[in-house]
Each structure stands twice: as C-alpha cells, then as structure tokens.
C-alpha cells in the first residue's frame, strides 16, 4: 500500500512556475502507476497527466500538453508535476493518485493525496 502527499501548490501570476511533488509516505511506490487531477471545489476532477511507474509511460491531458511534465525521481519515491506558463484556468486543487495502471479515469486509482492548492493571478 502506497501513502501519497502533495505538496508544492501556491500562488503564482500568470505565466509563472511551480512544480508540485507527490511523496510516498510508505509502501512500495514503483508498484503503481501515478496521476495528477486536478478540481474546482463542486465539480468533478479532470485529468492533468500521469506516469506508468513500470514502463514510464506518460499521458498528459490536451489543455497540458507542451507547459506540464510529470516526472519521477530515481528512487521512484517521488513523482513530480513541472507547471509552466501557467494560466488563470489552471487555478485548482492539485491532487496526486496511484493506481495500478495508467489511466485517464479517477475511478481507477486507488490511494489518494489530500491536496494541494494552486492559484494563478491574471
């Protein structure tokens, strides 16, 4: 079993960076494959990217794709989200989830982050 804690999230102007990490607490993190999500409070979280942490695969949503990267560290006990030029839009609640394959769905990921928090400024 994996533990997974965001941290990284903040407030940023518009075309800025942050970079967000998602910790395994415990547990065999290489085992699962990771995603990024993100979520407007009353709405359902969308999809940001993912990594298969086997393979190392990597998926990003098209509203991402060119200004996020998802990457892990050597140890595989750390995935992070690179976020640049960043938007007004991107503003959300930030979590990380694994699970045992990659895939686009928060349905099949099974251990969840608490969240973090990012707010871009036009």
């Known amino acids: 079993q994996v533990q997974l804690v965001e941290s990284g999230g903040g407030l940023v102007q518009a075309g800025g960076s942050l970079r967000l990490s998602c910790a395994a607490s415990?547990?065999?993190?290489?085992?699962?494959?990771i995603a990024w999500f993100r979520q407007i409070p009353g709405e359902e979280r969308k999809f940001v990217a993912a990594?298969?942490?086997?393979?190392?695969?990597?998926t990003y949503a098209d509203s991402v794709k060119g200004r996020f990267t998802i990457s892990r560290d050597s140890a595989k006990t750390t995935v992070y989200l690179q976020l640049n030029s960043l938007k007004p839009e991107d503003t959300a609640v930030y979590y990380c989830?694994?699970?045992?394959?990659?895939?686009?769905?928060?349905?099949?990921?099974?251990?969840w982050g608490q969240g973090t928090h990012v707010t871009v400024s036009g």
């Open positions: 989830a694994g699970g045992f394959t990659l895939s686009l769905r928060a349905a099949l990921y099974n251990f």
């Open positions: 415990r547990g065999d993190s290489s085992r699962y494959a």
């Open positions: 990594i298969n942490w086997s393979g190392g695969s990597t």
